[in-house]
């Protein structure tokens, strides 16, 4: 695993860990875990096409978001049982709220022009062939 992709790996366990602790205080607003659920599916995909352009990403990262979401309205038997279960509660959720869209759009974009600027300013996009 080269630099760049262990560096995304340990992000995006971290988001996991913050997303859980999220659910868990009692003071902290619901829209912060499909925030950071939104930032945790980047990092995912970043993973993946390590070498892709941050637009891509972004987008992609995105789609996965929203499709998960509308994925929501479909209640059929299996995957109403699937939901029940601790993965699928945290992987796809339970209903469908425009506002977990909202959420998911900030946490994208978020990390998106976070990872602009750090690309632009550290000029790690050469060192490690990031294409912003």
Do not use: H
Request: with cysteine.
């Amino acid at each position: 695993m080269n630099k760049v992709r262990a560096l995304y790996l340990i992000l995006f366990l971290s988001i996991i860990f913050l997303g859980i602790i999220s659910r868990k205080i009692s003071f902290a607003p619901l829209w912060i875990g499909d925030f950071l659920y939104a930032v945790m599916i980047y990092f995912l995909v970043r993973i993946v096409f390590s070498t892709k352009k941050a637009t891509y990403i972004f987008i992609l990262s995105l789609a996965i978001c929203y499709g998960i979401e509308f994925l929501q309205l479909y209640q059929a038997p299996w995957i109403i049982e699937l939901r029940q279960t601790l993965f699928g509660r945290y992987v796809l959720g339970q209903g469908f709220l425009w506002s977990d869209i909202i959420a998911y759009t900030g946490g994208g974009l978020f990390v998106f022009y976070i990872e602009k600027i750090i690309l632009k300013y550290n000029n790690y996009e050469t060192r490690f062939r990031i294409k912003q």
